[in-house]
Structure formats: structure tokens, C-alpha cells
């Protein structure tokens, strides 16, 4: 079937659409993709780094993106929880030379620094994006707020590029990855469902380059520019294939740009 086209149908989007999310929203997924690296740990505090870590580093190829971050967690003893609330200066020097793309040794010692703080003070990365959530009804917003707790101790500017921003007008498509693992439960066994609090209804789709050409592809957007605008965008339209679960799409976005080569994150 040639998917290039505006021509199709709201129906046959559906069907499209539906078809391969059932394909790919299975835990055959789960083993070439970051979301594998979460799926090593049981504990909820310890999916929870290991899934923030491998969504900050998901951009790239994905095996370079599954490589790092089980490098990185294995440093940790595999026990992030532990390691990041009980580490001490001498255990974070051994991080100085970790690096993935522009992600250096600096950065990830920040990193664990502000996630202990995240933790000790804050009460967690659920109770963080939760509370902001429940204050605004938007994720937007909550992004904005678990940035800036994030960034509210010490730290070099360079390390704010990790994070990005809706405020300006970025995508925050990693963050936006995080937030579908932890928040979506579907019991397909591929996202975890782990934060009761947010409904998957408010999520919003990660968009980087290959979801955007797909989605502009199948006339799902018409923003040129892959931004926040964009990520709005894109998630009302798939409103109305599902309007309890539109970001269940991206399983069929991903799937659809397969057959572009997807083999990357980019942003």
C-alpha cells in the first residue's frame, strides 16, 4: 500500500493506524528498542532511572542508545535507586568519562547529583511530573516544572541542553518517550503503566524526524517544523482515532517508518 498520500479516509487511517499498533505494541518490540534497558529491573524506583536514563540518551542509532545506557546502569550496580540516593563524590568520579553524542562525563555526574535531589527532596520523578499535572490538567506545563526542579541545584549551563523545554517550543520528544513508558498501561507488557495518576488521554505523542515525515506523510500534520506546536498538533489529530489513548499511535508511527528506514532517534 502506498501510505504517501492525504487521499486516505479517517476510517482507513484507522485501520492503518490500529493494524499496526497491534504489530508492533508487543513485547517482541521490546528487546531492539531503549525501552529494553527499564525492562531489566523490577523494582518501580529503579525502572524508573533506568527509563529516564535511556530516554535522555535516545537519540542515534538504537543499539549505540541500548549499549550506553546498560553501560551507564551498570556502573550504577545495576541498582540506580541505591546508587544515585547513597553515592558519594569518590563513586561519581568513575562517570567522568562516560560520553554518548554531546552526553559527556559532566553531564551524567549532574545527572545522578539532581536525581538524587529529585528523590531525597521531591519525593521522586512520579510524584514530580504528578503534582505539576495535577495543578495545571496538562503535561506541558508539568514538563516545564520537573525541568526546573531538575536544574534547581548546581550544575554547568551546558547540562540544560539535555533537557528540553515546551516553553521553547522544542518537541521534548524524550521526555515525552519517558512519560508513554511510564504512564501508559495497556497490559501489552511494552510500557510499564507504573504512575496511576496521569491518564494516558494527556499524554503527548514523541515526535523526532521519522514520526514527523510519517505523520506529515499520512496528512496526521501539517507543522513543518518538528516543535512543540507540532507535538500538539499531531496528538489532537490522533485524538480522534482514540481519544483515551492517542499516543498508543506512536507504535504505528515508528512501525509506518520502518519501511523509511528507521533505524534511528533522531531530534
Not at 541545584?153 to 518517550?177: G, M, Q, Y
Request: neutral net charge; contains cysteine; hydrophobic residues 35%.
Amino acid at each position: 500500500m502506498n501510505h504517501n498520500n492525504n487521499d486516505m479516509t479517517d476510517n482507513e487511517l484507522k485501520e492503518l493506524l490500529d493494524e499496526k499498533f497491534e504489530e508492533y505494541n508487543t513485547p517482541a518490540f521490546i528487546d531492539n528498542d531503549p525501552i529494553c534497558v527499564p525492562h531489566l529491573f523490577t523494582k518501580k524506583e529503579d525502572i524508573e532511572i533506568a527509563g529516564f536514563f535511556a530516554a535522555m540518551l535516545a537519540w542515534g542509532q538504537r543499539p549505540q542508545i541500548i549499549r550506553s545506557a546498560t553501560k551507564l546502569l551498570q556502573m550504577m550496580d545495576n541498582e540506580p535507586y541505591n546508587f544515585i540516593t547513597a553515592a558519594t563524590r569518590n563513586d561519581l568520579d568513575q562517570f567522568g568519562k562516560f560520553v554518548h553524542r554531546t552526553f559527556d562525563g559532566e553531564d551524567c555526574r549532574f545527572f545522578i547529583r539532581s536525581l538524587r535531589n529529585i528523590y531525597l527532596k521531591h519525593q521522586g520523578l512520579e510524584q514530580v511530573f504528578t503534582a505539576a499535572y495535577k495543578q495545571h490538567g496538562d503535561i506541558g506545563p508539568a514538563i516545564t516544572a520537573f525541568r526546573k526542579a531538575f536544574y534547581e541545584i548546581t550544575h554547568f549551563p551546558r547540562s540544560e541542553k539535555h533537557i528540553s523545554s515546551p516553553v521553547k517550543n522544542s518537541a521534548c520528544k524524550r521526555i515525552n518517550l519517558f512519560l508513554r513508558w511510564m504512564v501508559r498501561n495497556d497490559g501489552k507488557g511494552v510500557d510499564f503503566g507504573l504512575w496511576k495518576e496521569i491518564p494516558s488521554s494527556k499524554l503527548y505523542c514523541p515526535l523526532d524526524v521519522h514520526t514527523g515525515n510519517t505523520s506529515r506523510e499520512l496528512g496526521l500534520l501539517k507543522i513543518k517544523l518538528n516543535n512543540w506546536k507540532a507535538v500538539e498538533e499531531l496528538t489532537d489529530t490522533l485524538k480522534k482515532f482514540d481519544p483515551n489513548d492517542p499516543i498508543k499511535y506512536d507504535f504505528s508511527l515508528f512501525g509506518l517508518g520502518i519501511n523509511n528506514k528507521i533505524s534511528k532517534f533522531d531530534v
